[in-house]
């Protein structure tokens, strides 16, 4: 079943400003993993965060996470036209191979 | 190297034909997956397999089956094709089963 789910937001932001979207999660984790969909393409991941750390970059991307409430957040700093894509989180279950995919938050990146 | 890749991009089906998707890659990764893609619904996992001759059902195997015969190859088959499967079907590899790897999807619709 869907684990991951992403607030439902469609944003629509100018380039040089930041985009947060967040997910929430039922269940324990290992981990919980970013990926982003350009239009028509396969996802790629993004980043990682296991559920012992709080905060991680790479980049123009922070993402936080917040094991007490099951939640997620992902910033994406100076955003570009590139970055216009889908974007969505993913959680592992203990001793699971599989993944559960939110619904993906879609972010449009005006020039 | 090639990554992950499907064959075909696209197809049209009449119902109740039967098709396979093939799913290639030269990560050497032992997780492969199915999922599909439909609008609103996120990605679900189909089926998947965590080594050469393993096969397992996925949130929504109903209508598919799968094998992996060879470490490199994964194939998804439609046996009588209905408009419920109409889809966009993405193949993804994994090492250990974390960061998943996805190839770039087959658009299928079921007539």
């Known amino acids: 079943s869907q684990q991951g789910e992403e607030d439902p937001q469609a944003l629509s932001i100018q380039e040089g400003e930041n985009a947060t979207m967040n997910c929430s999660y039922k269940?324990?984790?290992?981990?919980l993993q970013w990926y982003r969909q350009n239009s028509g393409r396969g996802l790629v991941h993004l980043i990682l965060?296991?559920?012992?750390?709080r905060e991680k970059h790479s980049g123009r991307l922070r993402v936080t996470l917040d094991t007490s409430k099951k939640s997620s957040s992902l910033l994406i700093t100076a955003s570009r036209a590139a970055d216009t894509a889908s974007y969505f989180c993913?959680?592992?279950?203990?001793?699971?191979?599989?993944?559960?995919f939110g619904k993906g938050n879609q972010v449009v990146v005006i020039p | 190297n090639a990554g992950v890749t499907q064959t075909p991009k696209f197809r049209v089906l009449k119902t109740g034909q039967s098709m396979t998707l093939l799913c290639a890659q030269d990560?050497?990764?032992?997780?492969m997956y199915w999922y599909r893609q439909d609008p609103g619904m996120g990605l679900r996992l189909i089926h998947y397999?965590?080594?050469?001759?393993?096969?397992a059902k996925g949130e929504v195997p109903d209508g598919y089956n799968v094998s992996r015969l060879k470490k490199q190859n994964f194939l998804l088959g439609l046996e009588s094709a209905a408009p419920s499967q109409t889809s966009v079907y993405f193949c993804?590899?994994?090492?250990?089963?974390?960061?998943?790897?996805f190839g770039p999807g087959t658009r299928l619709t079921v007539l």
């Open positions: 397999s965590v080594g050469e001759g393993t096969t």
């Open positions: 993804a590899t994994s090492n250990q089963g974390y960061t998943q790897y």
């Open positions: 990560m050497n990764h032992e997780y």
């Open positions: 269940t324990s984790i290992n981990n």
């Open positions: 993913a959680t592992d279950v203990h001793g699971n191979n599989r993944l559960a």
């Open positions: 965060i296991r559920s012992n750390e």
